[in-house]
């Protein structure tokens, strides 16, 4: 079964920059469409960025992590990353991981059956 551990979070100063890591155990993590997800206080988990399964490699952000974040997988480590430059307070919050085991990502919560436990990003001054 595949796990996934988050880490990287920490808090920050806005208009820095971190980088969050999820390591993955089990099989065939190349398989897996891999996004993260962000919870900010108060609000709903919304989906943040993805990347498609090694065969179709495709990327998305929403709008509002367009040109900050930069999502990369290395297969050969089991490992997705999520780049985040030019930090804003709003992106406070608990950082998901998550696997599903389709080619093409989505944002949407749904594909993904499994989940790390989240790691905590505090921008603030």
């Known amino acids: 079964q595949l796990q996934l551990v988050e880490s990287g979070g920490g808090q920050v100063e806005p208009g820095r920059s971190l980088r969050l890591s999820c390591a993955a155990s089990?099989?065939?993590?190349?398989?897996?469409?891999i996004a993260w997800f962000r919870q900010a206080p108060g609000n709903d988990r919304e989906g943040v960025s993805c990347?498609?399964?090694?065969?179709?490699?495709?990327?998305f952000y929403t709008d509002s992590v367009k040109g900050r974040f930069i999502i990369s997988r290395d297969d050969a480590e089991n490992t997705a990353y999520l780049q985040i430059s030019s930090l804003k307070v709003e992106d406070t919050g608990v950082y998901f991981c998550?696997?599903?085991?389709?080619?093409?990502?989505?944002?949407?919560?749904?594909?993904?059956?499994?989940w790390g436990q989240g790691a905590q990003v505090i921008v603030s001054s």
């Open positions: 089990g099989i065939n993590f190349d398989a897996y469409a």
């Open positions: 998550a696997a599903g085991f389709i080619a093409r990502c989505s944002l949407g919560e749904r594909p993904y059956d499994y």
């Open positions: 990347i498609s399964s090694r065969g179709e490699g495709s990327t």
